[in-house]
């Protein structure tokens, strides 16, 4: 059947097949257009307009959307096929799941087209879903519904701060800064942002390859967690985005848990923030 879903997309001319670009987030939207097929004008025509509250997850490799803010997240089905590009320049990102249903998405107007429930007599899906006005999530449009989404496991409340060697702790003190781990409602995947309460900022992204190792209480020596994990990490102040390595190292001290978490940048930029951990965060779930 993925031949003749290739034959129907008869808008796009396959100009070109590019490397995938897609900008990688967690969007939202809350307009979506509803599409039948018609049989007599052989196209789909447009339904209706809804509002409902969608949320989705765009990476290189696949795509996960939530229709609805009680409903489960279709995880794990959607995977990349190819980048196609139209003759006006127009660059889409298309996408095919287990069922072989079909998403095009095209980052330069942020519209997601869904296909699905494929119908043999018209050799075309009768149901298009377009999802429209999609925006990346970040704390400076985060509304309350979407904050009870996140799940913290853990803060690590910041007393002291080097970038590159230099002291940068005033700064970062003054704007009540902390890095906290959280995982989002329906989800397991462990995410890190780098929060600036005072300036409202964040840099967040999804933690993976992520590696821990244990070390039990010796005479000489308190109960030590070291983890160690990859980062992809957005700002939501300038859109900036990369991946980073990280290394924390939580230390059990009878008055608490102190912790220090090095982040290096791909491009070698170093940060050591230092300071004590609140929450119950258990390192065990990087095994």
Request: proline share 1%.
């Amino acid at each position: 059947m993925k031949n003749t879903l290739l034959l129907l997309i008869s808008f796009l001319t396959l100009m070109s097949t590019l490397c995938a670009q897609v900008k990688e987030g967690h969007y939202i939207g809350f307009e979506v257009d509803e599409w039948v097929y018609s049989k007599n004008q052989k196209t789909h025509i447009f339904l209706e307009t809804v509002e409902l509250n969608t949320q989705i997850i765009m990476n290189k490799n696949k795509i996960e959307f939530q229709k609805g803010k009680d409903a489960e997240w279709l995880a794990n089905k959607w995977e990349f096929d190819e980048t196609v590009k139209e003759e006006d320049g127009t660059v889409f990102y298309r996408y095919f799941d287990e069922r072989e249903q079909m998403v095009l998405f095209t980052p330069e107007n942020n519209l997601l087209y869904y296909y699905y429930n494929w119908d043999d007599t018209f050799k075309n899906f009768r149901n298009l879903t377009v999802y429209k006005n999609l925006q990346l999530k970040s704390k400076k449009n985060q509304t309350l519904e979407d904050s009870e989404e996140q799940v913290d496991l853990a803060r690590f409340i910041i007393t002291d701060a080097k970038f590159n060697g230099e002291d940068v702790t005033p700064t970062v003190v003054k704007n009540k800064a902390y890095t906290v781990f959280y995982t989002l409602k329906g989800r397991e995947e462990i995410y890190m942002a780098n929060y600036f309460s005072e300036a409202n900022t964040q840099s967040f992204g999804l933690l993976y390859d992520s590696n821990l190792e244990v070390f039990k209480e010796t005479e000489e020596e308190y109960k030590t967690d070291v983890l160690t994990s990859s980062w992809r990490y957005m700002n939501d102040y300038d859109d900036k985005k990369g991946t980073a390595k990280i290394k924390l190292i939580k230390i059990y001290k009878p008055q608490g848990i102190i912790f220090e978490l090095t982040i290096i940048a791909e491009n070698l930029d170093l940060t050591v923030y230092k300071g004590y951990m609140e929450g119950s965060l258990d390192f065990s779930m990087f095994k």
